[in-house]
C-alpha cells in the first residue's frame, strides 16, 4: 500500500482513538454516566477491531509515521481556545467523526468491508453525541 495513504490511515487512527478518550473522559467524570463512558469505550475497541479485521499491521503504520516533517502538525489559535469540558467535549467528537469519515473513504480503496465498518462506527457516533450532548 501506498505509504502516503499509510500516513493517512495512521494519523486518522490516532486522532479518533485520542479525541474518544477525551469524550470517553467526559463521560465517566463529568456526567458520571457508566452507560455513555461504555459506549465511547466500545468505540475505541471498535476502531482497534476494524484495523484487526482489515489485516494491516500496526508496524506499517508506525513505519510510515513521519511526525517531524508533517505539515500540519501546527495548531491553529482557534484549537487552542476551550472555555469548559463542553468545549472539550464538542471539539473532540466532531474531530472523532471527521477521523472515522476520512478511514471509511481511503479503506474503499483496498477493503470495501471494513469502509462499511467505519460507517457503521460513525453512524453509531452520532447517537453517542446526541446522548451525550442532551446531558451537558
Known amino acids: 500500500m501506498d505509504n502516503r495513504i499509510l500516513r493517512i490511515l495512521d494519523a486518522n487512527l490516532n486522532r479518533a482513538q485520542e479525541g474518544l478518550r477525551v469524550c470517553e473522559e467526559v463521560a465517566r467524570f463529568v456526567l458520571c454516566d457508566k452507560t455513555l463512558t461504555r459506549a465511547f ?7 482497534v477491531e476494524a484495523l484487526r479485521m482489515w489485516n494491516i499491521k500496526k508496524c506499517l503504520l508506525l513505519d510510515s509515521r513521519d511526525s517531524e516533517k508533517d505539515v500540519g502538525k501546527t495548531s491553529l489559535y ?6 469548559d469540558y463542553q468545549d472539550i467535549f464538542f471539539a473532540n467528537i466532531q474531530r472523532v467523526k471527521e477521523s472515522v469519515r476520512v478511514l471509511e473513504e481511503f479503506t474503499k480503496i ?3 468491508k471494513v469502509s462499511g ?3 457503521t462506527i460513525r453512524y453509531k457516533l452520532y447517537g453517542i453525541e446526541k446522548k451525550t450532548g442532551s446531558k451537558l
Open 41 to 47: 469505550k466500545n468505540t475505541r475497541h471498535a476502531i
Open 78 to 83: 482557534s484549537e487552542l481556545k476551550r472555555g
Open 117 to 119: 465498518y467505519f460507517k
Open 110 to 112: 483496498d477493503n470495501k
